[in-house]
C-alpha cells in the first residue's frame, strides 16, 4: 500500500511552524531534519484531535514521547531539540506563554563509535569493483564509470553525497581545475579545487556522459536531465561495501558513504604529520575546503584515528625530548 503524499502541516502549531521554518531559513540554514521532526509532532497532534494552541499541554507533549516507537537516543534527542528550539523561539514571539516541553528529558548516549576510515588499499579495492559494475538497463550507459567517478569525488575531494548528485555541468571548471560547489549545508556555496590528475579524468568523462548544457547534472542514470539521488548512490555504495567483507573494528562504525569525507580529512592530516609541517595552520584552510561552518567540526578529525595520535604523539615527543635537553642539568 502506498503512503499519501505529505501536504503540509496540519496541526494548531501550522502556521507557527511554517513561520518558524521560513525565519530559520533567512538565515542560511536548510533545517531539513528539524523539518521532519517537526512533521512526526504535526501528524501526531492532528491525530489526536487538538483544535488550538492552547490544548497543547506537558501532558500532551509526554504522551507523545511516551507513544513514540523505540530509537535511538541520538534519533529521541534531536526531536527533543527541535521541540524546544520551536517553543523558544513561540515564547520570544509571544505565541506561548510557556512551553509545554518540561518534563522530557533527553537520554543518554551509549558510547559514541568513530566513523570507518577507509585505508588507501581499500579505496583501491572500492573503485575498482565500482569501475565493474554493470548497467542495469540497456540505456543505463556508463553506470560504472559514473559510480567510480562517484567515489573518486567523494574520497579525493571529501565532498558530501548531496554535493555530488547535486553538481551540474556548469559547476565543473576543468581548465582551472576548480568545481564550484553551490549552496551546499548551511547555505554556503564554495570553491573547491583539483588536482591535475582528477580534473583530467573528470573533463574525459565530461566529454563521454555529459551533454553540453551546463543546467544538466553531471551523474543522472540514463543521461537525461534527473540527477542521480544520494540514496541510490548510497545503496550501491553499501552494496560494494558488502562485497569487498569490511569488518568494522572495535569502536568503530560500519562504513558509510560518507565515511570517504572523514577518510579525505584523516589522511589530510596525516600527509601534513609526515611531511612535517604542523596540521593545526592548515585547519582554517581544510575547514573552507570541506565546507564546514565551523573550526570545531573540522578539529575533530584530528583525534579519530590512532595512527593520526600516534603521529601527533611521535611530534610532541620530539619536541618535548628537545625542550628537556635544554633544561636537564
Known sequence: MRKSKWTGFRSPLAEPINAYLKYKRALCKKYVTQEQSLRVFDAYLVETGLTTID???TQVVDKFFANRPPSRPNTHNQLIGSLRRLFQWMLSQGMLSESPLRSTRKRRATEELKPYIFSSDEVKRLLVMSGQL????SNARGRASKYRMIF?????????????????VGDVDVKQAVLTIKQSKFGKTRLVPMGPKLAHQLSEFLDEFCSQDNSDPVFSILGDKR???RTTITVVFHQLVLKMGLQPSGGERSPR????????A???FLRLYREGKDPSQQLLQLSTFLGHSKLQHTTVYLSMTDE???????RFYKFAAATLQEVAP
Open 134 to 137: 554493470r548497467n542495469t538497463t
Open 227 to 229: 540527477a542521480m539521488s
Open 55 to 57: 490544548e497543547i499541554t
Open 257 to 264: 558513504l560518507h565515511d570517504l569525507r572523514h577518510s579525505f
Open 266 to 268: 584523516v589522511n589530510t
Open 308 to 314: 593520526l595520535l600516534n603521529e601527533a604523539n611521535s
Open 152 to 168: 573518486t569525488l567523494a574520497y579525493g575531494l571529501g565532498l558530501r553525497v548531496g554535493e555530488i548528485s547535486a553538481l551540474r
